[in-house]
């Protein structure tokens, strides 16, 4: 197996999915960031096996993932394959000593498995047991956005309406999308309805909420630790290929100081206020920061405020988090391999 070694870097890393629009865009946060690759072996499906991906300007081969890869020892493996590899994979990788960061829905409410942004609970990652979660792409900048507000005035309620780009879905919501912009019939689709000129809803459970509703209700509670924190939220993909835009109102326990906060946000490394214009979702695109413009207040409640926030669904939202989990760890000193587990956890 040809792995390009740099000699001034330091971890051993796996992607697995590394072929997806998550996992490509894991390859170019890394070297963007100048994370300390020694090693980097690339994973996807039997599909890709025999491709190759640009690392520094090198070729690196795609491996079809099997249970071998498991004992090559890396420090660190990136998930970004779907939920049911990530079951079977991550706690084996875990189990022999890596340190796994998944940004499927796996383990998200897992207890075992923290559920981190590295700005609002980037301590949480210092207690993993071998894997750890990325939030939902949605569930990301918002909890970046809410973090601020919750510090200074307190938060009560918050009601959001996403407004989500197809790359949400991965590739195949680009090539749905792509599709009936060219007037073909798609090949693939992520949802029954036309996606052009059309605004549609995640699939809608028995209960009347979708999954990924849920998934923003409950994921943002875990990560700012406000359990009895009151969410309600309703994701609509429209039709746009990057980016995902929130309308946010939030009540919070005190009466909103809107100066304040807005110099709190400017302070705030991933936050972009927007205050002459408003962030849209292709001006976001491609940047790693959480843009947030918009914000009024509330006529009827001076404990309650609205905002715009907007952010890359592919970097923030899914790699660039990744990557900054694994960035808080290293800071800390906490991200070399460990010690194969002894717990049984066979391949
Ligand atoms: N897109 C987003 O905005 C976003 C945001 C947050 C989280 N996520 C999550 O990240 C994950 C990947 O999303 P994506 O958007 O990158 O999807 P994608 O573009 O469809 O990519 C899927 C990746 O998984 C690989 N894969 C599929 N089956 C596999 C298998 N059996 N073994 C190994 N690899 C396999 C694919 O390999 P092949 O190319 O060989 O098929 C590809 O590399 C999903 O769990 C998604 O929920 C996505």
Same mark, same amino acid.
């Given at each position: !197996? &040809?792995?390009?070694?740099?000699?001034? !870097?330091?971890?051993?890393?796996?992607?697995?999915?590394?072929?997806?629009?998550?996992?490509?865009?894991?390859? %170019?946060?890394?070297?963007?960031?100048? @994370?300390?690759?020694?090693?980097?072996?690339?994973?996807?499906?039997?599909?890709?096996?025999?491709?190759?991906?640009?690392?520094?300007?090198?070729?690196?081969?795609?491996?079809?993932?099997?249970?071998?890869?498991?004992?090559?020892?890396? %420090? $660190?493996? &990136?998930?970004?394959?779907?939920?049911?590899?990530?079951?079977?994979?991550?706690?084996? @990788? +875990? +189990?022999?000593?890596?340190?796994?960061?998944?940004?499927?829905? +796996?383990?998200?409410?897992?207890?075992?498995?923290? =559920?981190?942004?590295?700005?609002?609970?980037?301590?949480?990652?210092?207690?993993?047991?071998?894997?750890?979660?990325?939030?939902? /792409? *949605?569930?990301?900048?918002?909890? $970046?956005?809410?973090? #601020?507000?919750?510090?200074? &005035?307190?938060?009560?309620?918050?009601?959001?309406?996403?407004?989500?780009?197809?790359?949400?879905?991965?590739?195949?919501?680009?090539?749905?999308?792509?599709?009936?912009?060219?007037?073909?019939?798609? *090949?693939?689709?992520?949802?029954?309805?036309?996606?052009?000129?059309?605004?549609?809803?995640?699939?809608?459970?028995?209960?009347?909420? *979708?999954?990924?509703?849920?998934?923003? !209700?409950?994921?943002?509670?875990?990560?700012?630790?406000?359990?009895?924190?009151?969410?309600?939220?309703? /994701?609509?993909?429209?039709? @746009? @290929?990057?980016?995902?835009?929130?309308?946010?109102?939030?009540?919070?326990?005190? #009466?909103?100081?809107? #100066?304040?906060?807005?110099?709190?946000?400017?302070?705030?490394?991933?936050?972009?206020?927007?205050?002459?214009?408003?962030?849209?979702?292709?001006?976001?695109?491609?940047?790693?920061?959480?843009?947030?413009?918009? !914000?009024?207040?509330?006529?009827?409640?001076?404990?309650?405020?609205?905002?715009?926030?907007?952010?890359?669904? $592919?970097?923030?939202?899914?790699?660039?988090?990744?990557?900054?989990?694994?960035?808080? =760890?290293?800071?800390?000193?906490?991200?070399?391999?460990?010690?194969?587990?002894?717990?049984?956890?066979? =391949?």
């Amino acid at each position: !197996m &040809f792995i390009p070694r740099i000699a001034t !870097m330091s971890y051993r890393i796996g992607i697995v999915g590394a072929t997806g629009l998550v996992g490509r865009t894991l390859i %170019d946060v890394l070297a963007e960031r100048a @994370f300390p690759v020694a090693e980097l072996g690339l994973y996807a499906s039997a599909r890709s096996a025999g491709s190759t991906l640009k690392w520094h300007g090198q070729a690196v081969p795609v491996h079809e993932l099997t249970p071998s890869a498991v004992e090559i020892g890396y %420090d $660190v493996v &990136f998930f970004s394959a779907g939920a049911t590899v990530s079951l079977q994979y991550a706690p084996l @990788f +875990a +189990a022999a000593g890596a340190t796994v960061v998944d940004n499927s829905s +796996a383990w998200r409410a897992d207890p075992t498995a923290p =559920l981190v942004v590295p700005e609002v609970n980037g301590h949480r990652a210092l207690e993993h047991q071998g894997i750890i979660a990325n939030p939902n /792409c *949605s569930t990301i900048q918002l909890a $970046v956005a809410l973090k #601020p507000i919750a510090d200074l &005035f307190g938060l009560e309620r918050v009601v959001v309406a996403t407004y989500q780009s197809v790359s949400g879905a991965g590739q195949r919501g680009l090539d749905q999308l792509s599709a009936e912009l060219c007037g073909q019939e798609p *090949s693939v689709r992520i949802s029954s309805h036309p996606l052009a000129h059309n605004a549609v809803f995640h699939p809608i459970g028995n209960d009347g909420w *979708s999954q990924e509703e849920r998934k923003v !209700m409950t994921e943002l509670l875990r990560i700012l630790e406000l359990p009895d924190l009151a969410v309600a939220a309703t /994701c609509v993909r429209l039709p @746009f @290929f990057r980016s995902h835009a929130e309308a946010v109102w939030v009540q919070c326990q005190h #009466p909103v100081d809107l #100066p304040a906060l807005t110099a709190a946000y400017q302070q705030h490394p991933s936050i972009a206020v927007c205050q002459e214009d408003y962030p849209t979702p292709q001006s976001v695109a491609g940047s790693d920061q959480v843009w947030i413009g918009r !914000m009024r207040r509330d006529h009827f409640d001076p404990r309650a405020i609205l905002m715009w926030v907007v952010a890359d669904n $592919v970097r923030k939202g899914a790699a660039t988090n990744a990557v900054q989990i694994a960035e808080y =760890l290293h800071h800390h000193g906490q991200l070399s391999r460990k010690q194969p587990s002894t717990s049984g956890v066979t =391949l």
